[in-house]
């Protein structure tokens, strides 16, 4: 192996390290608790090291959520890939993308809700964010009416679905209506008569 493959797989292993860490720290304490001073203190680096991988914590979580979202686009891939017909497909994406919201806050948090600088909705989003929505296109596709604009379809299921987590995470919605809201969503998705 020579010197710069060396240092490449060092570089990599450094910048894993960093991401793997803050996400410990951002679920464990929630995004505030980590900063560059704390984050450097865990991972056993000086700060200028840190820096020389990210621009700041902004760009740590943006790593944060490229790799969320490759998570979310296996577990929605899983989910629609493992149902019978197109209803179940949409339900099952729905319930996949409920819980992941749920069972993991901060990486959520980072994906969706804190302002990251990554580009959405564009073809210069990054493969995974396009994957995750790639998964929610092909569970709603399917049950497009006619006249329907099946990206517009996507982006207003995942609205809604974003809808739900956040505000019963925030405790706005009771938890005991979710499998009911879920099912009224989906429900107002798939025309009458599909399957």
């Known amino acids: 192996m020579t010197i710069q493959k060396r240092r490449e797989r060092e570089r990599a292993e450094r910048e894993r390290l960093i991401v793997r860490v803050a996400r410990?720290?951002?679920e464990a304490?929630?995004?505030d608790s980590v900063t560059t001073r704390r984050l450097a203190a865990e991972v056993e680096y000086s700060q200028p090291v840190l820096y020389s991988h990210f621009r700041g914590k902004d760009a740590i979580m943006a790593a944060v959520a490229v790799?969320?979202?490759e998570e979310l686009a296996a577990e929605l891939r899983k989910a629609r890939t493992s149902a019978g017909s197109a209803r179940q497909a949409l339900a099952a994406v729905?319930?996949?993308y409920a819980a992941f919201g749920r069972r993991r806050p901060a990486l959520y948090d980072a994906m969706f809700t804190h302002a990251v600088d990554l580009p959405f909705a564009t073809?210069?989003?990054p493969a995974a964010l396009q994957e995750a929505f790639g998964e929610l296109a092909k569970a709603v596709e399917p049950v497009a009416a006619e006249g329907d604009e099946p990206e517009l379809l996507t982006e207003t299921y995942w609205a809604g679905l974003h809808g739900l987590v956040t505000l019963m995470?925030?405790?706005r919605l009771p938890e005991g209506g979710h499998e009911r809201r879920l099912a009224l969503l989906i429900g107002h998705f798939v025309p009458p008569g599909t399957d």
């Open 29 to 31: 304490e929630g995004w």
């Open 123 to 125: 073809p210069e989003a």
């Open 94 to 96: 729905g319930e996949a």
């Open 169 to 171: 995470r925030s405790g």
């Open 24 to 26: 410990e720290l951002a």
């Open 67 to 69: 790799q969320g979202c």
